[in-house]
């Protein structure tokens, strides 16, 4: 009866990828991927850093990289909201727009003003509160 062993796919001194098996892991994938076992008394997650003999979690990020991750998720949501305002104003500038697209236009603009508005929340950037967008998303 073969054992079950535990493999971490590590790339650039990070764990990418977790994977169990009884097999011969250097049989399974190509040769260029780097497999480690890992040992049954290490809980080890993706994204943890291997040393080459070890495994240890990741240290927290700062607050600076904390803030430029929040930065980049608000970008990305105030293009997505703006994507949804964009028709919407359209009706409304071409003096089309329906009660319904009137409220959802509201809706939008106000999401992306509180998206704005995060910098200022008193737990920035530590412990965000992001906005519920208008469709629930």
Known sequence: VRMMKAYARVDKGRVLELFATDGDIDEMFHPSLIWVEVPSSVNVCEGWLYSGNDFSEPPLPS???????????RAAL?????????????????????????????????????LNRIEQQQA??????????????
């Open 63 to 73: 607050n600076a990289e904390l803030a430029d991750t929040a930065r980049e998720k």
């Open 78 to 114: 105030m293009v997505w909201a703006a994507g949804q305002i964009a028709p919407l104003q359209d009706a409304v500038d071409l003096d089309e727009a329906t009660s319904e697209e009137l409220a959802a236009l509201s809706a939008w603009k106000q999401y992306r003003v509180l």
């Open 124 to 137: 920035w950037p530590t412990d965000i509160q992001w906005p519920l967008a208008p469709d629930g998303q």
